[in-house]
């Protein structure tokens, strides 16, 4: 199964029922290729270039400052344990920061118009606990392809315990969701750590799934272990034999940090997909969707406090997620201008631009989606 690295759209997609799902061809307005030259325009007419500048990697060093530089004061400094904690919620945020502001856009090839850049920086997923080839297949084929498409984009499939779509089986236990998903939220790069990744890739390269050429299965299950080896080495084994450093300490702090990462960066993306204004259609009987891929975007996708500057700067333009989806080889950088243009451009061609005002209001939407997703369906409507 191949994918292209460039589109990010696939040319064929067998998933476990065997069926070929596939995209409308059909835009008749000619809607993405008026979007795509307006937005080719305002780079051309400004002399910019499509990836990152030294606004983002500047801010790529605050980000890994705030990763690293409470770390290194926790092992060289003798402080109260309430200031311990508070660092390690602050190498938390570090990571989150890191991981939506430069692994994110340099694995999409954004960070820099240089691959070996790119490449380097999209590497800091080692030391957030994740893999490259894992996140690449989820992330820019699943997810972008077939955003919100039940079955298909993992970032909305949470086994039993959340459903996050109506197309989802109900348990009882759902009718709690509400209370409890936000808690559970904070889970999710501690799962990366022990389990997610290896079961991840058991599965995508059982399925053949790649971004670009299909990697060597052994190479990559070698980069795997290898990396998690590092890793637990370095944030317990080093620690506690090297360090000297009581090991319920170790073990509270990690996952403390971890914890502030994760409840972070799950709640940045659930305001984006999971919210009452989007929608996660099933293809028909022929493995067709309604819309072409770029149209299929801006039904499936919403953006929340777009003008909140600090929001915009801290989550990487993750609060831009329909721009975003519909250019993701664009640095998040440009999000905040080329947004006017893809809001405007969706107007005349009468197609949804969903957004929230401010992130309370999308918290609060996505805690009324949890809600009415954990009653009880009437299968007899």
């Known amino acids: 199964m191949y994918f292209s690295s460039k589109l990010q759209i696939p040319l064929k997609l067998v998933p ?14 000619k809607f993405f290729r008026t979007l795509n030259k307006r937005i080719n325009s305002y780079f051309k007419e400004n002399k910019l270039p499509k990836t990152g500048n030294w606004k983002l990697y500047t801010k790529a060093i605050i980000m890994f400052s705030l990763f690293v530089v409470p770390l290194v004061l926790i092992l060289t400094v003798s402080m109260p344990q309430w200031a ?4 390690t ?10 991981g939506m502001n430069v692994m994110h856009d340099a694995n999409h090839e954004s960070f820099s118009s240089k691959k070996w850049v ?29 955003t919100n498409v039940p079955g298909l984009d993992e970032d909305i499939e949470a086994g039993r315990i959340i459903r996050f779509s109506k197309h989802a089986k109900w348990f009882k236990i759902h009718r709690f969701q509400k209370y409890y998903a936000f808690i559970l939220y904070g889970l999710l790069t501690i799962n990366w750590a022990i389990t997610t990744d290896f079961k991840q890739m058991h599965s995508y390269l059982k399925r053949k799934l790649s971004y670009g050429k299909f990697p060597n299965p052994k190479k990559e299950w070698t980069v795997l272990i290898i990396t998690k080896i590092i890793y637990y080495f370095t944030w317990l084994v080093l620690p506690i034999l090297v360090l000297d450093i009581a090991w319920w300490k170790v073990l509270i702090g990690f996952f403390v940090m971890h914890y502030t990462a994760g409840i972070i960066l799950s709640v940045v993306f659930q305001l984006a997909h999971v919210v009452p204004n989007t929608e996660m259609p099933l293809p028909d009987k022929d493995g067709k969707l309604q819309h072409t891929w770029a149209i299929h975007q801006f039904y499936t996708t919403s953006n929340f406090a777009p003008k909140n500057k600090f929001i915009s700067w801290y989550t990487g333009g993750l609060n831009h997620q329909v721009e975003h989806h519909v250019f ?21 061609f009468k197609l949804p631009y969903n957004e929230y005002k401010t992130t309370r209001k999308a918290i609060l939407e996505h805690y009324r989606q949890l809600k009415e997703l954990g009653k009880k369906p009437n299968y007899s409507m």
Not at 16 to 29: A, K, L, N
Not at 89 to 98: D, L
Request: proline share 1%; no cysteine.
């Open 118 to 146: 790119n490449k380097l920086m999209g590497s800091s997923i080692y030391i957030l606990a994740g893999n490259v080839y894992n996140w690449k297949v989820q992330h820019n084929v699943l997810h972008h392809t077939y």
């Open 84 to 87: 311990l904690l508070l660092l």
């Open 89 to 98: 919620i602050v190498i938390g945020i570090g990571m989150a920061g890191v």
């Open 328 to 348: 993701p080889h664009i640095s998040h950088i440009h999000y905040g201008k080329i947004s006017k243009i893809v809001k405007q451009t969706a107007k005349e």
């Open 16 to 29: 476990v029922e065997t069926q070929q799902v596939t995209f409308s061809r059909t835009d008749t307005e």
